[in-house]
């Protein structure tokens, strides 16, 4: 039987082989963190990824793993910590619609099934064009509900829970609060905790 310590050592070894493998289809910056470093789930994202988007193309200009059942369109355009690679890779339905400006989401944040978050309108007089994009930023641990609709410009603070089916069409910048609703409301605040544990969304 293997010691603990020498479980960890062939893990990275192996580890260190699949990024080097991973690295030939996606940016290696993404292939770390808690679902690379300790766990085999993230690997498993790679190899799905390298069948749909590197064979069959779905979502094939991401440089991260992402399953064929959500949408990411620009990959540059998409600022998130590697720990949450989850939030493109479980569950189904969800959109990101970043071609007109970046989204940013905060690290520990969790999006549920079916939720859009868009960056640009059709233009409502010429629906064959889009209106001028507008950033999204989401703060560190939110948890966005499933059915949710995030509208263009709209900046959530940190720890921000979003009810299911609720269409966000304005910022609540603050954070610390439960919305719900279309238009979303505030439903109730939250307990502020300590500074260190939540933050800003990433630049
Ligand atoms: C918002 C949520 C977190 C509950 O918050 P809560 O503070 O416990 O709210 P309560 O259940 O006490 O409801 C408070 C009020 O808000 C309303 N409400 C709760 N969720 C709502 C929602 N999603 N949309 C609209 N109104 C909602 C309730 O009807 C209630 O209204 P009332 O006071 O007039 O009766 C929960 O309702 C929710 O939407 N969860 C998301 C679940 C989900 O999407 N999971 C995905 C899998 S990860």
Redesign the pocket.
């Known amino acids: 039987m293997l010691s603990p310590a020498a479980k960890k050592r062939l893990f990275s070894l192996l580890a260190s082989g699949l990024r080097f493998f991973g690295g030939l289809f996606y940016d290696r910056r993404y292939l770390v963190g808690a679902y690379f470093d300790d766990s085999f789930i993230g690997w498993k994202w790679v190899v799905r990824g390298i069948l749909f988007q590197k064979i069959l193309k779905f979502n094939r200009n991401i440089p991260w793993p992402v399953s064929p059942l959500n949408v990411v369109s620009i990959g540059r355009n998409l600022k998130f910590h590697p720990d949450d690679i989850n939030m493109f890779n479980e569950m189904t339905g969800k959109y990101f619609q970043n071609f007109a400006a970046p989204i940013r989401i905060g690290k520990g944040t969790?999006i549920?099934s079916n939720v859009g978050i868009i960056t640009a309108n059709h233009d409502p007089n010429d629906l064959t064009r889009h209106l001028p994009g507008a950033e999204v930023v989401i703060g560190e641990s939110c948890w966005i509900?499933?059915n949710s609709v995030i509208l263009p410009g709209v900046r959530l603070g940190p720890h921000t829970?979003v009810?299911?089916?609720?269409v966000v069409t304005h910022s609540f910048p603050e954070g610390h609060c439960?919305l719900?609703?279309n238009p979303a409301r505030l439903?109730?605040r939250l307990d502020e905790p300590g500074q260190a544990e939540v933050g800003v969304a990433p630049k």
Not at 163 to 166: L, M, N, Q, R, T
């Open positions: 969790w549920a509900g499933m829970v009810g299911a089916g609720s439960v719900a609703g439903l109730r």
